[in-house]
């Protein structure tokens, strides 16, 4: 074992107790669940253990949608590149503490993986950093501007604006977006492409107001059911694919696959119930574009009357795979509502976000020290992912800095089960991808400072 590895292992009980530390704290950017108070102490956990890690004027900066971004900085040494590392320190509510098997801000170990919220999503990522940083010490041999984000599981966009109005504060040669993972425990992986997103709330009115089932039943048109047949035209009948006229829904993935009975483990698909779409499964997850209904606005089956529903309401959720323009395909998905809609229904369609994907150039200095670095610690190449997710800042980022190269990395993978009930990280991810980032920074130093 290399002298720098044996420090970071030698760092592994400070990474727990931290990452304890920053769980117990529910920083959940959402004023109407969780006090703000949470988050800003969160963000000044942050600041400390970062200023203690060797950067200097570390900050907490008011974004536009009013979360606090934490920023630092360490000079480059003469004549070396610089690295942006990005994290965030917000997470995901719990949602159902029932469904949580331990307390969902209380770090428990559990079959060798550590449980709660934020574990890998994404204060993972954050004591990854810290791991790499303490392991380095004072020889650091690049530049750093660091940035933790406080709202981006809410999806407002405050530091996509905050950015754009300080772009010399993360100029750099090389973006370290540190918010994905790699395709399982003991693969290095970058993620090279992300799904934009596309969102609308359609409405359907077909009464006036409710009337009784009984005796207006049959003509009366049912504006939930003409919702439920309009939602129903989005998918192939037979395989469930995503359809939607006048978007371009096939497409391929030509980097690493996703094993059909490994996907099935993880997203807990049951028995017997089979998987929607055609063609590999990265096909159809960073390949194509997917609907998803995220929710219905309707009478509850508990307290519901006998009565004809006069109005329905549901938010239905588009990921575009690179290549597609997501206002365009928003636009589809809203012509294609409206003309489904069944017996003359009035339908009103509003847009909701619209992101666009993002593919990453791998032909730089940056991928061939990332490698490198990858290599070395898991002792076999970095494998290439695509995420179906969206990460609006990475198209900020390259639209303000395009000469600089965007690396999606971290210590996430499937088992992990962000967003979800029980999120856990295998621990010696933590270790491992502070590994890579701790070399790929000593690697990316001999580049010298490419010009921007």
Not at 206 to 228: I, K, W
Not at 340 to 365: K, Q
Not at 391 to 398: Q, T
Request: net charge negative.
């Amino acid at each position: 074992m290399s002298e720098l590895a044996q420090r970071i292992a030698g760092l592994m009980d400070r990474a727990k107790a931290d990452l304890t530390e920053l769980v117990s704290i529910p920083s959940v950017a959402d004023p109407r669940q969780y006090p703000p108070e949470e988050c800003h102490r969160a963000a000044r956990w942050v600041a400390d253990a970062f200023t203690e890690a060797g950067l200097y004027d570390v900050h907490l900066a008011e974004t536009p949608d009013g979360s606090h971004a934490v920023v630092g900085h360490r000079p480059a040494p003469p004549g070396a590149p610089t690295v942006l590392l990005y994290c965030h320190y917000d997470v995901q509510p719990p949602l159902d503490d029932d469904a949580w098997t331990t307390p969902p801000f209380t770090l428990t170990e559990r079959d060798g993986r550590w449980y709660g919220r934020g574990t890998a999503d994404c204060k993972g990522n954050i004591v990854m950093h810290l791991t790499a940083l303490r392991a380095l010490g004072d020889d650091i041999p690049v530049g750093i501007k660091f940035v933790a984000e406080g709202s981006e599981e809410q999806g407002t966009g405050g530091l996509e604006q905050y950015v754009a109005q300080h772009p010399e504060q993360f100029l750099a040669d090389a973006l370290l977006v540190c918010d994905t993972g790699n395709a399982e425990v003991g693969t290095g992986t970058a993620t090279v492409t992300l799904r934009g997103l596309a969102n609308v709330v359609v409405t359907v009115d077909t009464l006036a107001g409710e009337v009784h089932s009984g005796m207006f039943g049959g003509p009366a048109p049912d504006a939930l059911a003409a919702l439920v047949q309009m939602l129903a035209s989005l998918r192939d009948p037979d395989t469930g694919a995503t359809r939607i006229n006048g978007l371009d829904c096939e497409g391929g993935w030509d980097g690493v696959g996703y094993d059909e009975e490994q996907f099935r483990a993880d997203a807990g698909v049951l028995d017997g119930v089979r998987l929607t779409g055609t063609g590999s499964v990265a096909d159809r997850l960073w390949a194509r574009p997917a609907v998803t209904v995220l929710g219905i606005d309707c009478p509850p089956v508990v307290g519901s009357a006998a009565a004809v529903p006069p109005t329905a309401r549901a938010r239905v959720s588009l990921r575009v795979p690179p290549g597609t323009d997501p206002v365009a395909a928003r636009a589809a998905l809203t012509r294609h509502l409206t003309e489904a809609a069944p017996w003359g229904a009035r339908v009103t369609v509003e847009d909701e976000s619209a992101g666009a994907p993002f593919r990453a150039a791998t032909d730089g200095p940056a991928y061939t020290a990332l490698g490198g670095a990858m290599n070395e610690v898991y002792g076999k190449p970095m494998a290439f992912l695509g995420q179906g997710g969206s990460i609006p800042l990475c198209n900020v980022l390259a639209e303000t800095y395009p000469r600089a190269e965007i690396v999606l990395m971290g210590v996430e993978e499937p088992r992990c089960l962000i967003h979800a009930p029980n999120e856990s990280v295998d621990p010696s991810e933590i270790e491992h991808m502070a590994h890579v980032e701790a070399l790929f920074l000593r690697a990316y130093a001999a580049v010298g400072s490419p010009a921007r």
